[in-house]
């Protein structure tokens, strides 16, 4: 079993409290600048040294501060590949690489970095030093010099990592990995679990779909970057059919039923913009749709963002914007099933 | 200039090594081998060799050029151990870490990255630490000379060789300085 409890204070205001498993497989983690991501990954390495809290890899202790237990770096067999200064510049990609597997003998050493060099497409780049070949083949031999030295845990401090290299990586790995980005979608199809982070603290984790379908909290909705995030109060529950009224200011929509609060409790709405539907027209009859005047459209790759009076944002795919465009009055309509209440 | 080149050279041989120390580890009488290190800004070789003409000789005629060699290297080694922790400090952490996070222990990490990477102003301040040493000692030798003795030294090489070894180790020192690493 992997896993780390993690306490430690950096700068005044800041403190990294975390307590999280690894599981076989890719753990991603998401979070803003400055959240605590990289601390995680120097205090899992042993580059940085947290105040409380206990890392256990594999059922072996690496750091435990009460009984003041911390095994030095080269020893934990954490394989760090880091956002800057990964490969020695000094060295060509193949001595970087033969480096990272000076355990072996000389033989072996070189079969496993010709191995690597070959899964890795490193072919021309290995006789080049780092700073004379392009930046994915600097990242593919960081991985590969990462994973020549056997470790038990990857740690992948590193935003360029995409979906193919990812899977290369899993096949030559077969331990936990934890991976460090800002790729929602990397996450939801590379990652067996997602960890949200926001400032030293864990927000929500769990398997990527779960999390990203059904944030828990308000913090964890705005990590996940979804725009419409309401304060209401409730006005009316309805046992019978499992469902509330919400009050905004300025509208009300029907939400679903929520067992704990009372009339007249203020919660905290989020939906995502792709949940909401837009109508063009006031004469359409549609259920559970607020009145809404549109104030400005960004035309995104896949989808136009329409953003709407009080702060309620609708993506909409180009077909179907470019056939209402031309409207004055729009409805926007709130799905009950699909807005969140905190 | 055997005096200075071995003082210049044991300097450089131990200067780095003991920077890496002070730099990467912590133990007990570190601040006494810091402050060890620096006795040299306040004793000149001429004083140094003396103590160990005493310590090794017993007495100060035994300060014989192996003896001044070896006040020499102590001298020098304020400056490279400077120069060396200097020039470790401005190592990336990220090469040293992934060095480590890649099974190296410390003298590995040292003797394959750190030291490959920091050489350049190491072997500066030990070029500068030659040209002093050098000119130190003809100094000292100058002025234990008398009469005839005097004369003929200051007719002789010496006062130009000086000179020349403190301008080729100035220039070289301004090049390894200047030649940043290309990385």
């Given at each position: ?20 498993a690894?599981?076989?497989g890719?753990?991603?983690?998401f979070?803003?600048a400055g ?11 042993g580059?940085a ?16 501060a ?19 200064d990964?490969?020695f ?20 050493r ?27 083949e ?5 991985v590969?010099?990462a994973?020549l030295?056997?470790?038990k845990?990857?740690l ?39 960890i ?8 929500q ?5 779960s999390?990203?379908?059904?944030p ?14 309401f304060?209401?109060?409730?006005a ?10 919400l ?16 009339r ?26 607020v ?8 035309r ?6 329409m ?10 795919p180009?077909e179907e914007?470019?056939?209402k465009k ?12 699909k807005v969140?209440?905190? | 200039?055997?005096?200075g080149?071995?003082?210049a050279?044991?300097s450089l ?10 730099a ?8 006494a ?6 006795l040299?800004a ?12 005493f310590?090794?000789?017993?007495r ?5 050029w192996?003896?001044a060699?070896?006040a ?5 080694l304020?400056?490279?151990?400077r120069?060396?922790?200097a020039?470790?400090?401005a ?13 190296a ?25 030659f ?15 008398q ?8 007719a002789?090489p010496?006062?130009p ?11 070289a020192?301004?090049?390894?300085e ?6």
């Amino acid at each position: 079993m992997t896993s780390a409890r993690i306490g430690k204070k950096t700068a005044p205001g800041f403190a990294l409290d975390v307590e999280f498993a690894l599981p076989q497989g890719v753990t991603a983690l998401f979070g803003p600048a400055g959240a605590g991501k990289t601390l995680i990954l120097e205090a899992l390495a042993g580059f940085a040294t947290p105040d409380s809290g206990r890392i256990l890899l594999d059922d072996v202790l690496l750091f435990d501060a009460a009984a003041r237990v911390s095994v030095p770096p080269h020893q934990r067999g954490c394989g760090y590949v880091a956002q800057r200064d990964a490969l020695f510049p000094h060295m060509t990609l193949r001595q970087n690489l033969a480096f990272a597997a000076h355990r072996s003998p000389r033989v072996e050493r070189t079969r496993r970095v010709a191995e690597m060099v070959e899964r890795f497409q490193l072919g021309a780049a290995a006789v080049r030093r780092p700073r004379d070949v392009t930046p994915p083949e600097r990242l593919r031999g960081a991985v590969a010099r990462a994973l020549l030295a056997s470790p038990k845990l990857l740690l992948l401090d590193e935003r360029g990592f995409d979906e193919t290299l990812l899977r290369t990586v899993r096949e030559a790995f077969a331990g936990p990995i934890l991976l460090v980005t800002d790729d929602l979608d990397l996450c939801s199809a590379a990652a067996g679990r997602l960890i949200l982070l926001d400032a030293g603290r864990m927000v929500q984790s769990g398997a990527p779909e779960s999390v990203l379908d059904r944030p828990e909290s308000v913090a964890a909705a705005r990590l996940l970057g979804i725009p419409n995030i309401f304060e209401c109060t409730v006005a009316a529950l309805d046992p019978g059919r499992r469902s509330s009224r919400l009050e905004f200011s300025g509208f009300a929509i029907n939400g679903p039923y929520l067992p704990g609060h009372f009339r007249g409790d203020r919660v905290s709405v989020t939906a995502r913009p792709e949940d909401l539907r837009v109508h063009a027209g006031e004469s359409e009859r549609v259920e559970n749709a607020v009145a809404a005047e549109l104030v400005r459209v960004s035309r995104r790759v896949r989808m136009v963002r329409m953003e709407f009076a009080g702060g309620i944002f609708v993506d909409v795919p180009h077909e179907e914007y470019e056939g209402k465009k031309d409207s004055r009055s729009w409805l926007v309509e709130f799905s009950a099933e699909k807005v969140r209440v905190f | 200039m055997r005096v200075g080149g071995l003082g210049a050279a044991g300097s450089l041989a131990l200067g780095p090594w003991l920077a890496w120390l002070l730099a990467t580890r912590e133990f007990r009488g570190k601040r006494a081998v810091e402050g060890a290190a620096e006795l040299p800004a306040v004793l000149p070789p001429l004083i140094l060799g003396t103590y160990f003409a005493f310590a090794l000789a017993g007495r100060p005629e035994g300060f014989t050029w192996r003896v001044a060699a070896l006040a020499a290297a102590a001298a020098a080694l304020r400056a490279t151990v400077r120069a060396a922790r200097a020039a470790f400090d401005a190592v990336p952490r990220g090469y040293l870490n992934a060095a480590r996070s890649l099974g190296a222990p410390g003298w590995r990490v040292f003797w394959r990255v750190a030291a490959p990477l920091g050489y350049r102003p190491i072997l500066a301040a030990a070029s500068l630490a030659f040209a002093r040493l050098a000119a130190e000692y003809a100094v000292a030798v100058l002025v234990a000379a008398q009469g005839d003795a005097r004369g003929a030294l200051l007719a002789g090489p010496l006062l130009p060789a000086v000179g020349l070894a403190a301008l080729a180790a100035l220039t070289a020192a301004n090049r390894l300085e200047r030649w940043r690493a290309r990385v």
